[in-house]
């Protein structure tokens, strides 16, 4: 049972430099997510997608963007990477948005920008 | 903004020993998740209460859901080193997981 898998696992980047990270579940949700983790700032949305073609913005959305071209896939990507997205990123997915729905999370990508 | 506080934030004890970590909101929740993450992995849904007062067992894990569902608790019974993770409290607060807010965690650390 493969579930939600994310690749890279690690990546170095310098300022400046762009990068897309992949993330495949093959449970055929139609809810899928990006957030980071920081340090003392526990998991933050960052966008997220309601089904395939569709994105909407989460709680830091700011120097990301996202697509979802294929209901099992959901790639976010850095255009212009800055030290401030050093983070670890977790991809998430979900049945439904319904009310207590479970997340289904990857191992996640942790990202070093210098 | 809505903000789940969770405390401590920090918590290292023997084996075999109990503990009880919080979850607290000035806000009220509709539904709250409990989730483990252990190093290197992503989280891992433990629970969901939905309703205030409600109390589910797994294992030696207790989880309460407060009358007003502002608050929530997770106790352990006889702590194992099996059990040493982070543990995460995630509130929604819109009926959508598009407005699910995480805690900081609690970082329990277990000796044998």
């Known amino acids: 049972n493969a579930g939600v898998t994310q690749t890279p696992k690690f990546r170095v980047l310098k300022t400046g430099q762009s990068m897309t990270l992949l993330c495949a579940q093959d449970?055929?949700?139609?809810?899928m997510y990006w957030y980071r983790q920081d340090p003392g700032m526990g998991l933050r949305l960052i966008h997220y997608s309601v089904g395939e073609g569709t994105t909407a913005k989460g709680e830091v959305p700011d120097g990301y963007n996202v697509s979802r071209l294929k209901k099992q896939n959901f790639l976010l990507g850095l255009e212009s990477a800055a030290p401030s997205q050093t983070s670890v990123y977790f991809c998430?997915?979900?049945?439904?948005?319904?009310?207590?729905?479970?997340?289904?999370f990857g191992s996640g990508t942790q990202l070093s920008v210098l | 903004t809505q903000l789940l506080e969770q405390s401590p934030q920090f918590l290292s004890i023997q084996e075999g020993e109990n503990l009880t970590v919080y979850c607290n909101s000035s806000s009220v929740f509709s539904s709250l998740q409990w989730y483990r993450q252990e190093p290197g992995e992503g989280p891992v849904l433990l629970v969901t209460v939905v309703t205030g007062g409600e109390v589910k067992k797994l294992k030696r894990l207790t989880f309460q859901f407060g009358d007003a569902r502002k608050d929530s608790s997770l106790h352990i019974t006889a702590a194992q080193p099996g059990d040493t993770g982070l543990y995460l409290c995630a509130g929604e607060f819109g009926g959508s997981q598009g407005n699910l807010i995480f805690g900081k965690g609690t970082k329990l650390s277990v000796k044998p």
């Open positions: 998430a997915s979900s049945r439904t948005d319904r009310e207590g729905e479970k997340l289904f």
């Open positions: 449970m055929n949700h139609e809810y």
